[in-house]
């Protein structure tokens, strides 16, 4: 299952750059390196390490709870079972890449700046799965003993991400948090446009 193997991998790599700094520094997202070496393949490998073990745990934590539900679930029942796993793929990997190309256009000229983890990915994937069940409670904060409808987390997520990345006052990809999200979002709704209907549908039922 692409879900698991995608776990696997990324704890793989991850925690062999933890203690191999020429893993870390070779698959790292630096803008700077990526325009002036052409190293494009920078804008998916950054995915595969992540900056400790906190950082790892809590990306593939949440990759985990949505990730196995729209691979197996969701996918499979929009699109069939090979294309929804096509599409599943397609989606994590867009999200990695495009949810870089801000970062990159803000930081190509800048050598100091460095991104690493697997946050636009999964980003995409979460946001996908709100597009499509914006009332599931699938998506859990650890702290809270009570259960939030997905799409006001996703709406305080999004809104966190942007003005975090306005401010720019430390150093957590709040860019790629965003444009991950909008990725995952719009490119599952141009897949299938009539999941934006039910979305809407759903969302003014609530109300």
Not at 9 to 23: D, E, K, M, P
Not at 69 to 96: C, H, M
């Amino acid at each position: 299952m692409i879900t698991y193997a995608i776990i696997a991998l990324t704890c793989l790599v991850s925690i062999s750059a933890f203690s191999n700094q020429q893993i870390y520094q070779k698959a790292m997202f630096n803008p700077y390196i990526v325009n002036h070496n052409r190293e494009w393949y920078r804008f998916f490998s950054h995915i595969f390490v992540h900056a400790d073990w906190v950082h790892l745990f809590f990306n593939m934590y949440a990759f985990f709870l949505l990730g196995l539900a729209v691979e197996q679930s969701y996918f499979p029942a929009l699109f069939g079972e090979g294309r929804g796993e096509l599409n599943f793929l397609l989606l994590y990997i867009g999200g990695a890449v495009v949810s870089s190309f801000p970062s990159f256009e803000k930081h190509k000229n800048n050598s100091f700046y460095n991104s690493v983890g697997a946050s636009g990915a999964v980003s995409a994937v979460i946001f996908s799965a709100i597009l499509i069940r914006p009332l599931s409670t699938e998506i859990r904060l650890i702290f809270l003993p009570f259960h939030i409808p997905s799409f006001i987390l996703g709406a305080a997520y999004l809104g966190y991400s942007w003005y975090m990345s306005k401010k720019g006052t430390d150093n957590i990809g709040h860019d790629a948090h965003f444009w991950g999200a909008v990725f995952g979002f719009v490119m599952t709704g141009i897949m299938k446009p009539a999941l934006f209907v039910s979305f809407a549908t759903q969302i003014k039922d609530f109300f």
